[in-house]
């Protein structure tokens, strides 16, 4: 079927089309609603139109909850404009309500002047009071802020799918199909991109397709026929650097590092990973990739996928085990033990709200201290964590490179928004990164092999793969000597304890200094942030610049070792806000570490930091500030 033979054919009401610099759109509805790959599908569609964008999926936390219950929704929210952005965007321009569930839960977050489109077919009075309404809000004028338009998207939707023969029930699963044609047609986004989508997707049943097909051309036709709608919009393409872009989210962008990182030191690459929300991605994406030498097993439990990573770094490969906070707490004496081996192990932490199970879908930097100190005993860990979706991937080959170069544990602390939400990423090519040398012995030393004596730069131990011919040795858990003897001589222990923390320490000499962002070079507050809040970070420094408030920014990717210049970035500040997804974990680690009372700015909401809420926080503590003087 070709674009515009639908049932509803388009009348030709005229409407006028508004270029915009920045939209931000939520499609929410019940978690059956499709409202994933809606977004997905709409997704893709604004990267091919050549607009900057930045996501944020909203999984429900509860499995199956009820129809029509605020547990049960399920949003995706999409932030698109013709400049560079770098969050999901605070206030939302559009909210498209597949029911009363989905309004009740996201109202608040549309902006004042905002468009509101809702099935009024959902708006029942069974559908009502499941979400808590006494009166149906769009008819008793509740929000009257917003610009209303009421659609009865399951009936349009099922009389364009008639045609095709299915149930009532498998009909109103194309609604999504609709709501996605009417926001390509609001917003001037280009519809044969999905009609491609959906002759592939459904191409071993026509019926599917032909519904899926008819959907998405009455709800593009009807935002062409109805009078409702007096603006369409625009957004022009963002200007960017030559190039091949794909859009990308955190997860796949950390399973591409991970291979080329194995890529570059010449090594197999083993996951070792029991899945877990919202880490599982990762497995899979890793587990379609044996052509490139990378070997997938799923575990029957979180502490034999650590294992079995273990094993395989022994073997001689890069060794990685993916998981989520429950996950990282189980693997905790593992990675213990590849400390004590010295053996290179890459932990993917795709951190989520907790404690215990917590809210499996939600996001949270929670983990950090974890991170750090969550073993028993002295043992020291690199940590990393990436601050975008795309620079998830630059920050696994780092993980790789430090992991092999340095024999020991890294763990790279993503988190929920980062793994689920996408931006474009511009390809690199492969050739020109630099190679890692992973530098297994293969001779005898004249000397004789002593698997614990090091190299002078980087205190890394000698290793030899196993099987190696005269290389033969052992390791384990128990303390041992240079030779790899058991002993429990005190002096070798702490020899040994304070060599494995001089090693972790000097990473910091492979790694860049913080770079600091403060155009004027005058600024005396400082926002220092780390991981995922890098976009609200840089989106509150617009903001307060555009509001003439003389701030500076940093973000740190390198947790544990620190920046060496970290000391003295935070000296040239008279204020350093420390903002963060947890209650403050970074800013005890700076205070403890550099004696700097940093000012905490926190949030635990499962939701990533709002860049408004950090730029009033700003502003305030620096009207207290003032006042007090």
């Not at 008819?214 to 030559?242: L, S």
């Given at each position: ?33 499709g ?38 929704v ?9 400049r ?6 605070d ?47 769009l ?20 009389a ?60 593009y ?61 990762i497995l ?17 439990d ?48 795709v ?45 696994a ?27 474009p990423w511009?390809?690199?090519d ?6 890692i040398?992973?530098?297994f ?11 614990y ?176 003087k």
């Amino acid at each position: 079927m070709r674009f515009g033979e639908s049932p509803h054919q388009p009348k030709g009401v005229c409407v006028r089309t508004e270029h915009l610099e920045r939209v931000v759109i939520r499609f929410a509805g019940d978690s059956g609603d499709g409202m994933q790959l809606l977004g997905t599908r709409f997704t893709a569609e604004t990267a091919l139109a050549g607009n900057d964008l930045n996501t944020l999926p909203n999984y429900p936390a509860e499995i199956r909850a009820p129809l029509g219950s605020i547990g049960g929704v399920s949003s995706f929210q999409i932030h698109l404009a013709n400049r560079d952005i770098t969050t999901p965007g605070d206030k939302l321009d559009l909210l498209v309500a597949m029911n009363p569930a989905a309004l009740k839960a996201n109202i608040a977050d549309l902006a004042r002047g905002g468009i509101l489109i809702a099935d009024t077919d959902e708006f029942t009075t069974r559908n009502l009071t499941k979400a808590g309404y006494e009166t149906d809000p769009l008819a008793d004028g509740s929000p009257d802020d917003f610009q209303v338009i009421g659609v009865n998207m399951t009936a349009l939707t099922v009389a364009a799918v008639e045609p095709f023969g299915l149930g009532r029930k498998d009909a109103q699963r194309s609604k999504n199909m609709f709501g996605l044609g009417l926001a390509t047609w609001l917003y001037s986004r280009p519809p044969e991109s999905t009609e491609a989508f959906l002759s592939q997707k459904f191409a071993k049943n026509e019926s599917v397709m032909g519904a899926n097909l008819a959907a998405f051309h009455a709800g593009y036709d009807y935002g062409e026929a109805t009078e409702v709608f007096a603006v369409r919009y625009a957004i022009d393409p963002a200007p960017m650097q030559p190039g091949t872009y794909r859009q990308i989210n955190g997860n796949r962008a950390t399973a591409f590092g991970l291979m080329v990182g194995a890529h570059l030191a010449g090594v197999p690459l083993f996951l070792g990973s029991y899945p877990i929300t919202p880490a599982t991605d990762i497995l899979h994406e890793l587990s379609k990739r044996k052509g490139y030498g990378v070997t997938t097993f799923q575990a029957e439990d979180e502490i034999a996928g650590v294992g079995s990573a273990i094993g395989a770094s022994y073997g001689g490969a890069l060794g990685v085990t993916t998981t989520s906070g429950p996950g990282l707490s189980l693997k905790s004496e593992a990675i213990g033990l590849a400390v004590m081996l010295e053996l290179p192990l890459v932990v993917v932490d795709v951190q989520r709200a907790g404690p215990s199970t917590g809210m499996p879908t939600k996001t949270e930097q929670g983990d950090l201290l974890q991170a750090i100190y969550g073993r028993h005993g002295e043992s020291p860990a690199v940590v990393l964590a990436p601050v975008t979706p795309a620079d998830c991937f630059d920050m696994a080959v780092e993980a790789a490179r430090i992991a092999l170069t340095y024999r020991t544990p890294v763990i790279l602390l993503t988190d929920s928004y980062l793994s689920n939400g996408a931006e474009p990423w511009k390809v690199p090519d492969i050739t020109t990164l630099p190679t890692i040398d992973p530098n297994f012995t293969t001779e005898v030393p004249e000397s004789g092999y002593l698997p614990y004596a090091r190299d002078p730069e980087t205190l890394a131990r000698y290793m030899a793969i196993p099987g190696t011919p005269g290389l033969e040795h052992r390791v384990g858990g128990l303390e041992k000597t240079l030779a790899s003897q058991i002993s429990t001589d005190p002096a070798v222990h702490e020899e040994m304890v304070r060599v494995r923390a001089d090693k972790v320490a000097r990473v910091a000499d492979t790694i860049p200094d913080l770079v600091v962002h403060d155009p004027t070079g005058e600024a005396t507050i400082l926002l220092l942030g780390w991981g995922s809040t890098y976009g609200p970070v840089d989106a509150a420094y617009q903001r307060l610049s555009r509001e003439g408030v003389n701030v500076a920014t940093a973000m740190l990717r390198y947790v544990n070792p620190m920046p060496a210049n970290l000391g003295e970035v935070l000296a040239r500040f008279d204020t350093v806000v420390v903002p963060e997804v947890n209650l403050g974990q970074l800013a005890t680690l700076i205070r403890a570490r550099y004696l700097k009372d940093v000012v905490s700015f926190t949030h635990t909401g499962g939701q990533p930091i709002s860049s408004i809420e950090l730029k009033e926080f700003v502003q305030d503590y620096l009207k207290t500030k003032e006042a007090s003087k």
